[in-house]
């Protein structure tokens, strides 16, 4: 255990900041999967609302830099391949 209080205070930040990291990586991975599941049920007009959401999700773990900001771009250019595809 760290003995400076600017370390102790250091451990408690990264707790906190890890904890709001995974639960937004979470969030964002249970979207993209239901995003696939609709893509799989042709269910287009849903889809289209999910696609949003998921951009919408990936543009903001990517601000955050919870997230690369090149992967973001990557996963919304491969979601958005797959929608043509199925439109």
Do not use: C, G, W
């Not at 090149?70 to 958005?80: D, E, F, H, I, P």
Request: glycine share 0%; proline share 1%; charged share 40%.
């Amino acid at each position: 255990m760290p003995k400076r209080r600017a370390a102790v205070k250091r451990l408690r930040v990264d707790e906190k900041r890890r904890v709001r990291n995974l639960r937004i990586k979470r969030q964002l991975k249970a979207a993209i999967k239901k995003l696939l599941s609709l893509f799989s049920q042709k269910q287009i007009e849903e889809a289209k609302k999910q696609l949003s959401f998921v951009y919408s999700l990936l543009d903001k773990a990517a601000k955050k830099k919870i997230i690369h900001t090149n992967t973001a771009s990557r996963k919304k250019s491969r979601l958005a391949q797959k929608f043509s595809k199925l439109a």
